[in-house]
């Protein structure tokens, strides 16, 4: 995720190692080393998979990428996201400072991390049409839009 750009792109590299610097000692180890590892095992296939890493491992890419971007004089007009994106876009409109978007994303994803195990579907219909087919186990976890919404079980 970002290798190429990591080993090539300065501003890039330089954003990746700020934000990871910044939260080492939340994560207790370098982030560096789940998103660019070197071999792709299934220990770190897992790793990369535990929402404690991968919320900030998005959240440091897609900011390192809008970094990229803007140095290249390409400036948003308006910014937007969904879910992590939510984050880098606040960050980005001044809502909050870097530090304390790293930190609130890093400790949600701890929290996130925490929640007992269960799965996701996306699914392309109205809630309505949904609603009748749930069970005991599962629940209408989002509505998107009049035609998407996630179904949830719980685990």
């Known amino acids: ?7 090539n792109e300065g501003v890039f590299r330089r954003a990746v190692d700020y934000c990871a610097e910044e939260i080492k000692e939340l994560l207790h180890l370098d982030i560096r080393d789940i998103i660019f590892q070197g071999l792709t095992t299934p220990e770190a ?3 990369l998979k535990d929402t404690q890493y991968t919320q900030p491992a998005l959240f ?7 970094q990229l971007r803007q140095s290249w004089s390409i400036k948003p007009t308006f910014v937007c996201g969904h879910s992590i994106g939510e984050f880098v876009a606040a960050h980005l409109a001044g809502v909050f400072s870097l530090q304390d978007a790293l930190r609130l994303i890093t400790l949600r994803g701890k929290l996130v991390s925490d929640l007992p195990g269960g799965s996701m579907l996306s699914i392309r219909t109205a809630a309505e049409e949904i609603m009748p087919l749930l069970t005991d186990d599962l629940s209408m976890a989002a509505i998107n839009s009049d ?7 719980s685990g």
């Open 45 to 47: 296939e897992e790793k």
């Open 147 to 153: 035609n998407l919404c996630v179904v949830s079980d």
């Open 60 to 66: 440091i890419i897609e900011y390192a990428l809008a």
């Open 1 to 7: 995720m970002g290798k190429a750009l990591y080993e």
